[in-house]
C-alpha cells in the first residue's frame, strides 16, 4: 500500500490525469452498460419512513420537481392541516398545477380524541384515493399516511388496493414513520430516514424554514 502511494506521489500531474480520465472511461462504459439495460417507464409509489427528519422534505422536493416538468401534483396532508408551512406557501403559487388538500388536525396526542382522528383520516384518505385513481394528477403524496395506518385509523388492506388499482403511470409517495411492511413489500422504492443528531435533543425548537 505504501509502494503504491509513493508511485502515485511520483506519477506527473499529466500522467495523474491520463490516468484519472482512463479510470472515468471506463466507469462510465461500464454505467452506461448497466443504464441501457433499464428500458421500462411505470409510475413507482415511494415510500419515504423510518425515525430520521426529512421524509416529507424529500417527498415536497418530488413534489417541486414534477411542478417544473409541467405535471399535475395532488397532495394530502394526513396530520400536519393545522400547520402554516412554506411548502404550502410555495404551492399556493401553482395553483393551475397543484391540488392541496390539508384534512389532519395535528398528531393524535393533541387531538386526544380516537374518533375525530379516524373520521380525519377517512375523509383525507377520500381524497387521496380520488386523485390516485383519477386520469388528471401525474403524482399524488401522501403525506404522514404511515401514521394514520400505524394506529390503524385506516385499513392497510385498502390502501394496498388502491395502490394497486392506480393508472400505471402515476407516481405516489407516502411519508410518515414506522411504514407497514405491506406496504414496504408493494412499493418500488422505500427509503429510510436515519437519525444521527437532532437540535431538538439540544433543546433546540423547531424553527421557520426548517421544520416548517
Known amino acids: 500500500m505504501a509502494e503504491k502511494s509513493e508511485k502515485t506521489l511520483n506519477m506527473s500531474e499529466d500522467a ?16 452506461d452498460k448497466i443504464i441501457a439495460t433499464k428500458t421500462i417507464e411505470k409510475g413507482l409509489t415511494i415510500v419515504h419512513t423510518g425515525k430520521g427528519k426529512g421524509k416529507s422534505t424529500a417527498a415536497f422536493g418530488m413534489v417541486f420537481r414534477a411542478l417544473g ?4 401534483v395532488g397532495v ?12 404550502r406557501n410555495v404551492l399556493d403559487r401553482f395553483a393551475d398545477q397543484v391540488t392541496l388538500a390539508t384534512m389532519g388536525e395535528g398528531f393524535t396526542w393533541e387531538t386526544q380524541d380516537r374518533s375525530r382522528d379516524i373520521a380525519a383520516a377517512r375523509a383525507a384518505w377520500e381524497k387521496a384515493k380520488a386523485m ?24 392497510i388492506g ?8 392506480k393508472p400505471a403511470m402515476k407516481h405516489v409517495i407516502i411519508t410518515g ?4 411492511d405491506e406496504l ?16 431538538f435533543r439540544a433543546g433546540i425548537k423547531a424553527q421557520i424554514g426548517i421544520e416548517y
Not at 76 to 87: A, C, D, L, R, S
Not at 158 to 165: G, M, N, P, S, T
Open 69 to 72: 416538468n409541467g405535471m399535475k
Open 76 to 87: 394530502v396532508q394526513f396530520v400536519k392541516g393545522k400547520w402554516g408551512t412554506g411548502e
Open 158 to 165: 385498502e390502501i394496498l388496493d388502491v395502490l394497486q388499482a
Open 132 to 155: 390516485i385513481l383519477d386520469e388528471e394528477h401525474h403524482m399524488v403524496l401522501c403525506d404522514e399516511l404511515n401514521i394514520v395506518l400505524r394506529y390503524d385509523y385506516l385499513p
Open 177 to 180: 414513520r414506522n411504514a407497514k
Open 16 to 31: 495523474l490525469n491520463a490516468r484519472h480520465a482512463e479510470k472515468m472511461r471506463k466507469k462510465k462504459a461500464a454505467r
Open 184 to 199: 414496504i413489500e408493494l412499493a418500488d422504492l422505500v427509503t429510510e430516514m436515519e437519525m444521527i443528531k437532532h437540535p
